[in-house]
């Protein structure tokens, strides 16, 4: 079984200092050592390490890491900036052009990794996903920042969504062996039925966003993040909150 954790939109400042009064590299080390996050095989920061793409903020996240045992693959979100974030932390082999996608395998699985960090996914990265997904006999999974689909949040869902979903929807239906997809971005925990496949976002460490109204409304400043247990025969995600 692989345990895969998912830590997504830790927003860190300049290194330590608190980020409009939330401790946010408390919160970020909360999840990680959480005793849910432990003997994992791989974890995943998917997006939005930075509130403001600062060198200090990847310098820092880099530095939490830098005895970590575990593989720990990095996408950019929209508050990220790839050209700073890649003198931190390894990802040359995965950029192609101005974008940071990729597959990982591990322990016989494949996992996909798609860059939304300026708010949509390249035709590229769509044609290579298809092309990528194609090769594998078994169930693939895929990671991205942005929710591919509306998500019932109404700030987020008006403000924030993924601009090509139409494209990239049409793109993830055609690739039969993907019915797990994992985001974040929404500061928010969904579970979302796109069709047959189901798009599990992650909240935030940062804090998390009410859903319910129209306007930025702080729910809650407690760091949450996920776990998922991929077996032979199964796939689990389990949501955390302090
Ligand atoms: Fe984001």
Request: glycine share 8%; net charge negative.
């Amino acid at each position: 079984m692989l345990k895969i954790g998912q830590i997504s939109d830790i927003h860190i400042g300049n290194g330590e200092e608190l980020v409009q009064g939330i401790d946010v590299c408390a919160n970020f080390l909360k999840a990680l050592n959480s005793d849910s996050m432990q003997n994992l095989d791989l974890l995943v920061l998917s997006g939005d390490l930075a509130e403001n793409s600062q060198a200090a903020a990847y310098k820092h996240v880099a530095s939490l890491l830098k005895d970590y045992k575990v593989p720990v693959c990095i996408i950019p979100g929209n508050h990220d900036d790839l050209n700073i974030m890649r003198k931190y932390f390894d990802l040359e082999s995965k950029i192609h052009g101005d974008r940071c996608y990729y597959r990982y395998d591990l322990g016989g699985r494949t996992i996909f990794f798609l860059d939304s960090g300026c708010g949509n996914v390249s035709q590229d990265q769509l044609t290579w996903l298809q092309e990528e997904a194609s090769k594998i006999k078994g169930e693939v999974i895929l990671f991205m920042h942005h929710p591919p689909c509306f998500c019932g949040h109404r700030f987020m869902d008006l403000r924030y969504h993924l601009e090509n979903m139409v494209e990239v929807q049409e793109v993830l239906a055609g690739i039969k062996n993907l019915t797990h997809i994992y985001a974040g971005h929404y500061h928010h925990q969904f579970e979302v039925n796109m069709g047959r496949q189901i798009v599990h976002v992650a909240p935030a460490t940062q804090f998390q966003i009410d859903p319910n109204v129209p306007y930025f409304n702080l729910k809650s400043a407690a760091p949450g993040w996920q776990l998922i247990e991929w077996g032979e025969k199964f796939l689990e995600t389990t949501v955390y909150f302090e």
